[in-house]
């Protein structure tokens, strides 16, 4: 019995050694006699593990094309919007360029129907009682010019039809008016508003700028002054003398402050203004003495003319009876003698003379006298 007591108490003791053993295993990973080697102490950031991201590989190269399309959308759509004003813009503009472009039509088919009504309004008038009026007061070519102009212009057909009117100043001044607006195309509108322009107490300045060397055109008849009086009647009839040196200064000095007007009044002032007969020839001595011009008379022949035009001198011819007066004088400026033997003139009585080229003999056959001025 007691034999059999120790053997169960061994195998107790036996069995409660096995589990505290197996205990220690379990709480140390090893036996007993075989412990852990201790381990490095790591940091507390170095145990934090990074999330994995939730977004696939290919996420970012997707999110770049969308980026990128939506640039170009909006790139785009810029466009579109400044090609779409642009667009506008050009419709507009191209409307009322139309528009204009219809009214522009319309007025010239206006101006046009204007005209034609005109026209035949002046084909309509009974030219030959017409022309038989204007003979009792001009010769019969002068007559029928004016009748054959007033076919077709209308200024010169209510001259025809209003000639009385231009007797202001007496019969004489009628006839130098017709015969004006017969002759010269560009003094047509200075006859036809003789009658209720003249007279002007004073005439105008230029507008225009001139140069020193280059004799400028001028006109008596032109309206800044040409209804102003002078020697007893109308300038534009009478002042082709201050005209014409008007010309000369203007040619020498590029001047533009001295008027034909002004001229004239410095004649009268002066005593050169003569009774219906225009201006005296001593007021050229005297005007150019003013301005400190050399003026001298020289002779009515073809190679002093050529040595004064030559040395830039500017020369007044006063011509007499012939193609240039019926009055038995009048002043005009020579301004070149060309190569092929003819004159250039700058008459101050008419373009149409001012734009012919002029045989040298002829004019010196005419000729009472040359004036060359210098500076």
Known sequence: MDQQENNYRRARQTSAQQANNAATYSRDGYATSQRRAPQPRTSRSSRRTTPKSSLPPWAPLVAAVVVIALLVFI???????????????????????????????????????SAQNTQAQLADLDWDTIQANLETVVPEETAQTLAEKGHTDEDVAWICQNYEELALDGPEVQLKLLKLAAADPTAVHYVRHFAEEYPHDEGTGFTETFTAGTVPRMYQWDERWGYTIYSSTAFGLT????????????????????????????????????????????????????????????????DALADALDSGHVVICNAGYGTFSSYGGHFFVITKLNGDGTLSINDPYSEVRSDTDWDVDLVLSQTKALYSFGL
């Open 75 to 113: 790139v785009t759509r810029f466009v579109s919007c400044e090609s779409t004003q642009e667009s506008s813009n050009q419709a507009n503009n191209a409307s009322q360029a139309a528009t204009l472009t219809a009214q522009d039509t319309q007025a010239s088919a206006n101006q046009a129907e």
């Open 239 to 302: 002042g082709c003398g201050p005209t014409a040196f008007a010309m000369v200064y203007a040619g020498l000095t590029g001047n533009n402050d001295m008027t034909p007007y002004d001229f004239s009044i410095m004649a009268r002032e002066n005593g050169y203004e003569a009774t219906y007969t225009g201006t005296n020839s001593g007021f050229y001595e005297f005007a150019s003495a003013q301005y400190g011009f050399s003026c001298q008379t020289i002779s009515i022949t073809e």
